[in-house]
């Protein structure tokens, strides 16, 4: 009997130095790696008080990325990233470049939509705007191409970025980078309600209906002092009633045992976080209200300002991926409906044609945004949207 609860002890005692090892080890981990939001997000922790202050202090050191009480935040004037992964000009868009006045033999292409259309993950010569300039030039095009994509955006605030800023820059094409998946951002209001981890703890411009018209709330006195408040106070702010996620637990509860990253890991697995998934766009009345909104919008202003307004569709992994698998798009009635109203540029079934680790690495590679640069110039002069003589290129 005494030597069965000496192996029960002993047993208790192994367990016991093997979970101090381990929790040794993940606080090592996250106190020296650098990388505690991927920490996080491997293993789906609620964040917690420490998380949230540590990602609003980096944002506030950030030397690319700046608030902004319009856009929620934007790239900043001579900014860096990454040791210059990212770099932007004086004009604050991604170019080693400046844009002044627009000469009358070029084109002056404008770029706007998310991380995909900002080319995020590659350095500027494998990026979309310097390949689609490239591809131009090799059909004697000269052009300019201003990227105003920014990390992160939903449609509205691609949209916000042309009416503020975009209209002052002559542009001939107006090119909207079409993330379908950007139909939920759209309904956001605070990041992390969207997408848990993500490195953009922002509050964004979103439109909402009232008295059956859409209005933008109000963003403009959000700074970092407020949003350090917004984790833990968020269900009783003035954004609460916009917000169409509001699943994900944002902040977690402190007791003895929060300071445990072993516990905290165990007790992940029994939380879910918020998703559109298993919704269909085609049922959201007030996403394809809002949607169909900002793209009249986007072609209006084009047309003021004499501009042609272009969507090219750049689809995700988890698109491609269904595109493969399916041989068809998840909402072809949305994207049907979308050609038939605008002019779009196609490139969900050119890219599923190349395995994947040749056209994404979470974003496209530089092949990919080689392969829709090509498919975009093909469109534009198929279509007539750019026409070549001999001598010269003229818009359409």
Known sequence: MKSFFKK???LIYLVLVSLIILESLL??????????????SFFQLTPDKTY??????????????????TLGW?????GTFRDSLYVSNSNGVR??????????????IG???????????????????????NELQKKGVSTEIINFGVSGYDMTQAYLRYKTEGVDYELDIVLFGLQIENFWRNLNVYRPNYYLYTGFPFVKPRLYSRNDSLAFIDISEVDLKYLKTLPLAFGQSKFYDYEYFTNNKLMAEEHLLSWSYTYRIMNSFFSEAASAEGEQIEDNSEGLKIMYYIMDQFNTVSTEHNSQFTMVQLPNNDLNNFVIEHRAHPNPKVIDSISARYTLIRTDSLLAKYPIEKTYNYHYTGFGNQLISKKIVSDFLDRGIINITATDSLLK
């Not at 050191?61 to 700046?66: H, P």
């Not at 170019?95 to 002056?108: M, N």
């Not at 770029?111 to 979309?128: I, N, P």
């Open 8 to 10: 029960i002890l002993y």
């Open 52 to 69: 949230w202050e540590e990602l609003t202090s980096e944002i506030s050191k950030s030397e690319y990325f700046v608030l902004d009480d």
């Open 111 to 133: 770029l706007f939509g998310d991380s995909f259309m900002h080319s995020d993950d590659v350095y500027f010569d494998e990026s979309l705007a310097f390949h689609l300039e």
């Open 95 to 108: 170019s080693f470049k400046e844009f002044g006045a627009k000469s009358d033999s070029v084109i002056r």
């Open 74 to 78: 934007r790239i900043k004037e001579r």
């Open 27 to 40: 606080h090592l981990y996250v106190n020296f790696s650098g990388d505690t939001r991927g920490f996080y």
